[in-house]
C-alpha cells in the first residue's frame, strides 16, 4: 500500500507525544530519522554532543517500534560517503513516495528552510506541526513583543506564571514577590562547598558504546573528550536525573547559582539542559515537580522561583527571540567585534586558571554551568572583541545541550550584546575581581585581578577598562552603564595608554596563551573550521528599522545601522516570518 505520511523526526525531536504523531495509523504512515554528518559537521562539533545525539536517536528508535510505530531510520556508519539531511531524505522520497511530508516545526532555522525547499521540489505538502513541547507558542510570544518599546525577559516571564498559573496565590506571585533574585547570589567560603550531592551517572550501554566506536573513528579530529560520557539518553534516564536534581540538588540551586568551584562541574545545577532540548523531557513536568517541591516544603521559595525563572521564563523568551528574528539574527554584529576566536578556546591551553578550568571542564563533559558560560567565556570574547558567528560557532559546537534555538540568543544576545540590546538591557562586562568573588580561581592564577596593566594584570581586568574606553561614547550615554564609564574619568592619561597597551599585546596573542605550547593540530583546525563559519561576518544591522547608528555607536562611522534603541524610542516590530 501506498505510504501516506512520512513523519519526520528530528534528533532534538525525541518525544513519543509530539504534535508530529497526531493521527498516526501505522498501517498508513511511517517515521523517517536519519544521522547525517552535516549535523556534526556545519559546525565543529565536539566528540559528547554528536554521541548525546547520536545515541539518543537510536535508543528512540527502539522506543518508535516499541510503539508500534514503523521506522525508516538511516543509521551513519564508519565508511559512509558525507550526506546531509536534505540528501538523505530526497532519496528516501523517490523511494519511499509518501503522499504528505509531517514534521513538528524544527528548533533550527537552517534546518526548517532545508526541509521546505525539499517539499517544494519534490511537490509534497508538507504539515508542520506547532512544537507543544514549549508552554507556549511562537505565536504567543510574537503577541507579547508587538509594539513594546523594550523587550524585556521580566515582563515576558510574569505573563508567562500568571498565564500558566505557575507559582501563583490568589491575589498575586508566591510569597507576594516576583523575584528572589538577591536570595540567589552567594559565593562559597573558602572552605569551598563540602559535599555536594553527585547527578545520576548513566553508564554507556551498549548502544552508546557503538556510537562511541563511530564518533571516535569518523570524527576523530573533532573536539572534546567521551572518557566521562554519562548524560541520560532515555526518557527514563532522564526522568531520573530530573527526580534527583529536585530531591537532593535544588534546596541549594538558587542560593549556589552564580558560584564557581574548581574541580565541582555540577554543583547544584539541574544538569537537565540537555534532556530538555532533546525533548526528553518536558518543561511542564519539570517545573510542575520544582513546584510541587516547594509546595510540600522540601525546598525554598527563593531558589525554586530562580529555578522556574530559567525554565518557564528564559528558555521560553530565547526561543521567542530566536524564530522572531531569524535568520537575521545570526548577522548581527553590534559592536562591530572583528577578532578572531584565540586558538586555545579549542584545548584549554592558557595560563587564566578561570578560562582553563571552564575550557577543560567544557571539553571533557561538554558542560559548563551558566555563569561559566556568561561571565568566564563569554565575557572574555565579548571584551576581547571576538567575532559573534565565531562565538557563536564555538559554543554550538561544545556543549551537549546546544541546539541553535537556545544557543544563538544566549550567546550573540545575552553574552556578546551583538544583538545591540534586543535581548538584554546591558552588556555584560567586569573586571577579574567579580570572578574573584564567585571563585577561588584567582588565588591559584599568575594573575593580579586587582591590577588593571602591568605583567601581572588580569587579562579581564584590563579588558574591562580596555572596553569602557573603546566604547565610552554609546555606553556613557546608556543609563545604566553610565556610572562605569564615569570612573574611567579617575585614569591618568598614561594609566589608559598602558591599558591600551596591555590589551592590544592580548589581543595579539601575547598574553594569555599557555607559556611554551604551540597551538597544535586540534586548535588549528578549530580555526580553520570558524573561518568557515564567519568568513567576514561584520555586518553591522539594525533589529528596530531603519536609522543611522547614533554619532559614536559602533558601525556609526562605517555607515552601518547600529541598534541600541533598546532603551530609547522605537516600538518592536517582530519579524515573524517563519511559524
Ligand atoms: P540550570 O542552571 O540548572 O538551569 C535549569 C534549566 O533552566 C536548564 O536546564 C535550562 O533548560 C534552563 N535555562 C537556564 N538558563 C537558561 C537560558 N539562559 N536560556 C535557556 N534556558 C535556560 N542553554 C542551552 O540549553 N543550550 C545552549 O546551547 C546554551 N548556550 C548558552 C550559551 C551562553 C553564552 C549562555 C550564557 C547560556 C547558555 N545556555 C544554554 C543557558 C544555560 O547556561 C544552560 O541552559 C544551563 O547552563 C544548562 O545547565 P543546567 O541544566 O544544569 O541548568
Ligand atoms: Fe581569571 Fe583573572 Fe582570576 Fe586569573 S586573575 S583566575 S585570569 S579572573
Same mark, same amino acid.
Given at each position: 500500500?501506498?505510504?501516506?505520511?512520512?513523519?519526520?523526526?528530528?534528533?532534538?525531536?525525541?518525544? @513519543?507525544?509530539?504534535? #508530529?504523531?497526531?493521527?498516526?495509523?501505522?498501517?498508513?504512515?511511517?517515521?523517517?530519522?536519519?544521522?547525517?554528518?552535516?549535523?556534526?559537521? =556545519?559546525?565543529? *562539533?565536539?566528540?559528547?554532543?554528536?554521541?548525546?545525539?547520536?545515541?539518543?536517536?537510536?535508543?528512540?528508535?527502539?522506543?518508535?517500534?516499541? #510503539?508500534?510505530?514503523?521506522?525508516?531510520?538511516?543509521?551513519?556508519?564508519? $565508511?559512509?560517503?558525507?550526506?546531509?539531511?536534505?540528501?538523505?531524505?530526497?532519496?528516501?522520497?523517490? =523511494?519511499?513516495?509518501?503522499?504528505?511530508?509531517?514534521?513538528?516545526? /524544527?528548533?533550527?532555522?537552517?534546518?526548517?528552510?532545508?526541509?521546505?525547499?525539499?517539499?517544494?521540489?519534490?511537490?509534497?505538502?508538507?504539515?508542520?506541526?506547532?512544537?507543544?513541547?514549549?508552554?507556549?507558542?511562537?505565536?504567543?510570544?510574537?503577541? =507579547?513583543?508587538?509594539?513594546?518599546?523594550?523587550?524585556?525577559?521580566? $515582563?515576558? &516571564?510574569?505573563?508567562?506564571?500568571?498565564?500558566?498559573?505557575?507559582?501563583?496565590?490568589?491575589?498575586?506571585?508566591?510569597?507576594?514577590?516576583?523575584?528572589?533574585?538577591?536570595?540567589?547570589?552567594? #559565593?562559597?567560603?573558602?572552605?569551598?562547598?563540602?559535599?555536594?550531592? *553527585?547527578?545520576?551517572?548513566?553508564?554507556?550501554?551498549?548502544?552508546?558504546?557503538?556510537?562511541?566506536?563511530?564518533?571516535?573513528?569518523?570524527?576523530? #579530529? =573533532?573536539?572534546?573528550?567521551?572518557?566521562?560520557?554519562?548524560? /541520560?539518553?532515555?526518557?527514563?534516564?532522564?526522568?531520573?536525573?530530573?527526580?534527583?536534581?529536585?530531591?537532593?540538588?535544588?534546596?541549594?540551586?538558587?542560593?549556589?547559582?552564580?558560584?564557581?568551584?574548581?574541580?565541582?562541574?555540577?554543583? &547544584?545545577?539541574?544538569?537537565?539542559?540537555?534532556?530538555?532540548?532533546?525533548?526528553?523531557?518536558?518543561?511542564?513536568?519539570?517545573?510542575?515537580?520544582?513546584?510541587?517541591?516547594?509546595?510540600?516544603?522540601?525546598?525554598?521559595?527563593?531558589?525554586?522561583?530562580?529555578?522556574?525563572?530559567?525554565?518557564?521564563?528564559?528558555?521560553?523568551?530565547?526561543?521567542?527571540? &530566536?524564530?522572531?528574528?531569524?535568520?537575521?539574527?545570526?548577522?548581527?554584529?553590534?559592536?562591530?567585534?572583528?577578532?578572531?576566536?584565540?586558538?586555545?578556546?579549542?584545548?584549554?591551553?592558557?595560563?587564566?586558571?578561570?578560562?582553563?578550568?571552564?575550557?577543560?571542564?567544557?571539553?571533557?563533559?561538554?558542560?559548563?554551568?551558566?555563569?561559566?558560560?556568561?561571565?568566564?567565556?563569554?565575557?572574555?570574547?565579548?571584551?576581547?572583541?571576538?567575532?559573534?558567528?565565531?562565538?557563536?560557532?564555538?559554543?554550538?559546537?561544545? &556543549?551537549?545541550?546546544?541546539?541553535?534555538?537556545?544557543?544563538?540568543?544566549?550567546?550573540?544576545?545575552?553574552?556578546?550584546?551583538?544583538?545591540?540590546?534586543?535581548?538584554?538591557?546591558?552588556?555584560?562586562? $567586569?573586571?577579574?575581581?567579580?570572578?574573584?568573588?564567585?571563585?577561588?580561581?584567582?588565588?591559584?592564577?599568575?594573575?593580579?585581578?586587582?591590577?588593571?596593566?602591568?605583567?601581572?594584570?588580569?587579562?579581564?581586568?584590563? @579588558?574591562?577598562?580596555?572596553?569602557?574606553?573603546?566604547?565610552? $561614547?554609546?555606553?556613557?550615554?546608556?543609563?545604566?552603564?553610565?556610572?562605569?564609564?564615569?570612573?574611567?574619568?579617575?585614569?591618568?592619561?598614561?594609566?589608559?595608554?598602558?591599558?591600551?597597551?596591555?590589551?592590544?599585546?592580548?589581543?595579539?596573542?601575547?598574553?594569555?596563551?599557555?607559556?611554551?605550547?604551540?597551538?597544535?593540530?586540534?586548535?588549528?583546525?578549530?580555526?580553520?573550521?570558524?573561518?568557515?563559519?564567519?568568513?567576514?561576518?561584520?555586518?553591522?544591522?539594525?533589529?528596530?528599522?531603519?536609522?543611522?547608528?547614533?554619532?559614536?555607536?559602533?558601525?556609526?562611522?562605517?555607515?552601518?545601522?547600529?541598534?541600541?534603541?533598546?532603551?530609547?524610542?522605537?516600538?518592536?516590530?517582530?519579524?515573524?516570518?517563519?511559524?
Amino acid at each position: 500500500m501506498a505510504l501516506r505520511d512520512l513523519v519526520i523526526v528530528l534528533g532534538d525531536q525525541l518525544d @513519543l507525544e509530539a504534535a #508530529a504523531f497526531d493521527g498516526f495509523d501505522a498501517t498508513l504512515d511511517a517515521v523517517w530519522m536519519a544521522e547525517v554528518d552535516e549535523e556534526s559537521t =556545519h559546525v565543529w *562539533s565536539s566528540k559528547s554532543r554528536i554521541v548525546l545525539f547520536l545515541s539518543a536517536m537510536r535508543h528512540f528508535r527502539l522506543a518508535l517500534a516499541a #510503539a508500534g510505530r514503523p521506522v525508516h531510520y538511516r543509521p551513519l556508519t564508519a $565508511a559512509q560517503a558525507p550526506c546531509g539531511l536534505a540528501d538523505r531524505l530526497q532519496a528516501d522520497i523517490a =523511494h519511499l513516495r509518501p503522499q504528505r511530508l509531517v514534521i513538528t516545526a /524544527p528548533g533550527d532555522w537552517r534546518v526548517l528552510r532545508a526541509i521546505r525547499q525539499l517539499a517544494r521540489a519534490n511537490r509534497l505538502v508538507l504539515d508542520i506541526r506547532d512544537d507543544r513541547h514549549f508552554f507556549g507558542s511562537v505565536r504567543d510570544f510574537a503577541e =507579547h513583543a508587538r509594539g513594546r518599546r523594550t523587550l524585556r525577559m521580566e $515582563a515576558f &516571564y510574569r505573563a508567562q506564571r500568571q498565564r500558566h498559573g505557575v507559582l501563583m496565590q490568589a491575589n498575586g506571585p508566591e510569597g507576594g514577590r516576583w523575584n528572589f533574585d538577591e536570595h540567589n547570589r552567594e #559565593a562559597f567560603g573558602p572552605a569551598g562547598p563540602g559535599a555536594v550531592p *553527585s547527578p545520576p551517572r548513566f553508564e554507556p550501554d551498549a548502544i552508546t558504546r557503538e556510537v562511541m566506536q563511530l564518533v571516535t573513528t569518523r570524527f576523530a #579530529a =573533532h573536539p572534546g573528550q567521551l572518557d566521562a560520557f554519562a548524560w /541520560p539518553v532515555t526518557r527514563a534516564q532522564a526522568l531520573q536525573a530530573m527526580q534527583a536534581f529536585m530531591q537532593e540538588r535544588l534546596p541549594l540551586f538558587g542560593r549556589y547559582q552564580d558560584a564557581i568551584w574548581p574541580g565541582q562541574p555540577w554543583l &547544584y545545577h539541574a544538569q537537565l539542559s540537555a534532556a530538555l532540548n532533546l525533548k526528553l523531557l518536558n518543561p511542564r513536568e519539570v517545573v510542575a515537580a520544582a513546584e510541587q517541591a516547594y509546595r510540600e516544603g522540601r525546598a525554598p521559595l527563593a531558589g525554586v522561583e530562580g529555578f522556574i525563572r530559567q525554565v518557564l521564563g528564559w528558555r521560553e523568551y530565547v526561543r521567542g527571540i &530566536y524564530w522572531t528574528q531569524m535568520p537575521g539574527y545570526l548577522e548581527h554584529n553590534a559592536l562591530d567585534a572583528r577578532e578572531d576566536l584565540p586558538m586555545w578556546f579549542w584545548t584549554g591551553e592558557t595560563d587564566m586558571a578561570c578560562l582553563r578550568e571552564a575550557i577543560r571542564q567544557t571539553l571533557a563533559i561538554g558542560y559548563a554551568h551558566h555563569i561559566q558560560r556568561l561571565m568566564v567565556t563569554g565575557l572574555f570574547a565579548l571584551m576581547l572583541g571576538v567575532q559573534p558567528r565565531q562565538v557563536h560557532a564555538w559554543y554550538l559546537a561544545v &556543549y551537549v545541550d546546544a541546539v541553535e534555538w537556545v544557543e544563538l540568543p544566549n550567546v550573540l544576545g545575552m553574552s556578546q550584546f551583538a544583538d545591540g540590546g534586543l535581548m538584554g538591557s546591558k552588556p555584560y562586562i $567586569a573586571t577579574g575581581r567579580y570572578i574573584q568573588r564567585m571563585s577561588p580561581h584567582c588565588q591559584g592564577c599568575r594573575y593580579d585581578p586587582a591590577q588593571r596593566s602591568g605583567d601581572t594584570a588580569c587579562p579581564f581586568t584590563t @579588558l574591562y577598562w580596555d572596553f569602557l574606553m573603546r566604547h565610552a $561614547a554609546w555606553l556613557g550615554r546608556h543609563p545604566r552603564m553610565a556610572p562605569q564609564v564615569r570612573n574611567l574619568s579617575r585614569l591618568a592619561d598614561e594609566q589608559k595608554q598602558a591599558v591600551q597597551m596591555r590589551a592590544a599585546a592580548i589581543r595579539r596573542g601575547e598574553v594569555g596563551g599557555m607559556p611554551g605550547t604551540a597551538p597544535g593540530p586540534a586548535a588549528e583546525t578549530g580555526a580553520k573550521a570558524l573561518q568557515k563559519e564567519s568568513p567576514v561576518a561584520l555586518r553591522t544591522t539594525g533589529l528596530f528599522g531603519a536609522g543611522k547608528a547614533p554619532e559614536g555607536a559602533p558601525g556609526a562611522d562605517r555607515g552601518g545601522r547600529a541598534s541600541f534603541t533598546s532603551w530609547s524610542a522605537g516600538r518592536i516590530k517582530p519579524h515573524f516570518s517563519v511559524i
